[in-house]
């Protein structure tokens, strides 16, 4: 018999990568954050194809990838002094910003806001990929709506299958978590969700003096601050590393299996179950956040009761970490 093979649907053609944009298809695209869901930002048709196909709400806006801070101008209304003083630091890299649109800015883009979230990726794919297709790509992370985001090709493949026309294979993601987004839109700026670019470095810049967001003042709706997303299908329960073994003690008689996600090393004794799957985290915030999504993605796969994470330290360079381990850990019904 005959064996029919399987359309490639990942690979590095970036030529046919931009050509499937420009057609209004979804081309999966690598970042140094994580993979995206990619779509031209100027063609409706096509980001009504990534809403449906991520199951979005359509009043959750997504970030708009750019080649360069030279596109700010076609985005932007005003674009201030602080927005290339940041970007002359952080860009191409995992920093978004927020302005306020231009009137041709389509309402599917920013959620039905006045304001855009626009950045320049760092990574060579990406950038050679918005390069050869000559405008803004918008591109919010490659999963199913709120689940784990994906940091590997085969991910996204996993993910959406024949919904997307092709993958653009860029290897493992170098951050691993989305990027700090800052409203750049209104009086003074805040950091609306946290990522690997801390507080500390942000107010590095001259006259920034960046916040964090006040969750009782008004705010642009911004990407990936639901209080339940990065969720993986298995309940994710944070636990402090003072009382893991007292947790782990609690389920030891139960027929509950669990997964842990913890600095320290498994130990098989009266106080941890020996059927307890175990992953030992990195003790610095960049490798924590590299691996934070394969590592939770692996736990889910073994289909286990509960996922139990070591909380992380509450410092400002884990902060971005902080803010998806606990939204992850809150289940839809819980908002």
């Not at 050869?132 to 919010?140: C, D, L, N, V």
């Not at 736990?299 to 381990?325: A, F, H, K, Y």
């Amino acid at each position: 018999m005959k064996t029919i093979a399987k359309p490639m649907t990942i690979g590095l053609d970036v030529e046919r990568a931009a050509q499937l944009l420009k057609q209004g298809l979804l081309v999966g695209m690598p970042t140094e954050t994580v993979y995206g869901l990619a779509a031209d930002a100027s063609n409706k048709d096509a980001l009504v194809r990534l809403f449906s196909a991520k199951g979005r709400p359509t009043n959750h806006p997504v970030i708009v990838h750019v080649a360069s801070v030279d596109a700010l101008p076609d985005w932007a209304v005003e674009v201030p002094k602080l927005a290339y003083d940041l970007a002359e630091r952080f860009w191409p890299g995992p920093l978004t910003m927020i302005f306020k649109k231009h009137a041709h800015v389509l309402y599917e883009v920013t959620g039905g806001q006045e304001t855009v979230a626009i950045r320049v990726p760092r990574h060579e794919v990406a950038l050679s990929l918005l390069q050869k297709f000559g405008g803004g790509i918008a591109a919010p992370s490659a999963n199913r709506f709120g689940k784990l985001s994906p940091t590997s090709a085969s991910d996204v493949e996993g993910e959406f299958g024949d919904a997307v026309a092709y993958v653009l294979d860029g290897g493992t993601c170098e951050v691993g978590i989305e990027s700090t987004i800052v409203d750049l839109s209104g009086a003074q700026p805040r950091v609306l969700r946290p990522g690997m670019l801390s507080l500390e470095q942000l107010n590095q810049i001259e006259g920034l003096h960046a916040r964090n967001r006040d969750e009782a003042a008004s705010a642009p709706r911004a990407p990936g601050t639901l209080k339940s997303h990065y969720s993986p299908s298995t309940p994710v329960k944070l636990v402090s590393g003072a009382n893991l073994d007292s947790v782990l003690s609690e389920l030891k008689n139960s027929s509950k299996k669990a997964a842990v996600l913890s600095f320290k090393t498994k130990r098989d004794n009266a106080t941890q179950q020996a059927n307890t799957a175990w992953i030992v985290a990195p003790g610095d915030p960049d490798n924590y956040a590299r691996k934070l999504y394969s590592s939770l993605r692996q736990l889910d796969n073994l289909e286990c009761d509960l996922i139990i994470v070591e909380e992380v330290p509450s410092t400002d360079s884990w902060s971005g970490i902080q803010d998806r381990l606990q939204r992850a850990s809150v289940r839809e019904g819980d908002q």
